[in-house]
């Protein structure tokens, strides 16, 4: 298996405590197939390690291709891990035919934090993809939400 990791901005306007990346994990020799993105929790203040790696791994051993994203954490703005996730699925679909993804076929998942972060992308996609300055599909192919937090305050846009 090959791990990369890429950063999903080259510059991201104002100051954040965390630079936002994607860390891939594609099976060498692999035909093309679905693919997960993984968003981990941990409150907007961290990425849960437990909620990354681990869940990749477990994808990984059913056939899919697996990613997670370090999304930008403290932010001042909180569509900031919005357009992160957009560009996430961007930079997945750009790299379809590198990693071996069919680009119909990318599903999203998020878990607590994250999983509001997945939530809030799935119902908003037409509207963030805008974000790129170009005309994106961000629209996830299939969505997961582990114990998302749906009752936070913090609305997108």
């Known amino acids: 298996m090959k791990t990369e990791k890429f950063t999903l901005w080259d510059n991201i306007p104002g100051t954040y405590d965390s630079v ?12 093309t197939d679905s693919a997960v993105i993984i968003f981990p929790g941990g409150g907007y203040s961290n990425v849960s390690p437990r909620e990354g790696e681990p869940i990749a791994m477990q994808f ?22 919005l357009r992160d996730a957009t560009r996430a699925i961007c930079m ?19 878990f607590s934090a994250g999983g509001h972060l997945t939530a809030n992308l799935a119902v908003e996609y037409a509207a963030v993809s805008g974000y790129l300055g170009r005309e994106i599909d961000a629209k996830p192919t299939a969505v997961g939400l582990g114990y998302p937090v749906i009752t936070n305050k913090t609305s997108y846009g």
């Open 20 to 31: 936002p990346e994607i860390v891939a994990y594609i099976p060498e020799n692999k035909k």
């Open 60 to 81: 990984l051993s059913k056939g899919f291709q697996a990613f997670v994203v370090k999304y930008t954490i403290c932010p001042k703005n909180y569509t900031q891990p």
């Open 92 to 110: 997945v679909r750009d790299n379809c035919e590198k990693w071996r993804v069919d680009p119909n076929q990318i599903a999203v998942i998020g």
